[in-house]
């Protein structure tokens, strides 16, 4: 059973992104503030659950949410800034939308940098402790999973709606035979390096 709070009687919104070891497409991340007294026998890290129970999550998060929020960061903006950098501006952008100022802040891994004056806390694995970071893993990787199956009709032959843009050997494959997208991140190494030189 994940927690309800890190600290009593604190408005806490629970952060983490989705996408930061992909090849293509933006960076999703999302924040939520879920009640105190909330709880939920499949709710858990988003990479725990299977694609079915993360969709049918969605509307149960966004209904019981005190507020929740999404922010996009895309390709472009990556490789101009570097992923890391990309990955805590996608969750800057998602804590402007929340209509509840948080007090703390419940970050998903080991770094983050500051927004406002609001403090926070990183966790590590917090998407498998807390309810409120489970729940914004679940709202930022199936938002992004449905922008990649959007982009996948414009760009069959990469399987996005199948990969998500990660580096399988299938989306690798079609990067060799077909080149890279205005989506593909020029910032990250598309392929190997023995493929480059040998190819």
């Known amino acids: 059973m994940l927690l309800a709070y890190h600290q009593e009687n604190t408005i806490e919104a629970g952060c983490d992104e989705a996408g930061r070891g ?8 999302a924040a939520a503030i879920m009640p105190v007294d909330f709880s939920h ?16 999550l969605v509307d149960v998060i966004k209904d019981a ?24 501006l996608a969750m800057h952008r998602a804590i402007d939308q929340l ?21 926070h806390e990183t966790m590590i694995k917090g998407d498998g402790r807390f309810y409120s970071i489970a729940a914004a893993s679940v709202l930022a990787k199936t938002h992004r999973d449905d922008l990649m199956t959007q ?6 032959q990469y399987g996005w709606d199948r990969n998500a843009g990660y580096p399988t050997k299938a989306h690798r494959a079609a990067i060799k035979e077909f080149g890279s997208t205005p989506l593909h991140r020029q910032s990250f190494r598309l392929l190997p390096e023995q493929l480059e030189i040998f190819d």
């Not at 992909?22 to 991340?29: H, N, S």
């Not at 982009?151 to 069959?156: I, T």
Request: net charge negative; aromatic share 8%.
């Open 22 to 29: 992909c090849l293509a497409g933006p960076v999703v991340a």
């Open 41 to 56: 026998a499949v709710l858990n890290d988003s990479k725990q659950l299977s694609a079915k129970k993360r969709e049918a």
């Open 65 to 88: 949410a005190i507020a929740w929020g999404i922010g996009v960061v895309d390709n472009v903006e990556i490789d101009e800034i570097n992923i890391l950098n990309a990955s805590f």
């Open 99 to 119: 209509s509840v100022r948080p007090e703390l802040l419940l970050i998903d891994g080991n770094r983050f940098n500051r927004y406002r004056d609001i403090p």
């Open 151 to 156: 982009y996948a009709l414009q760009y069959p």
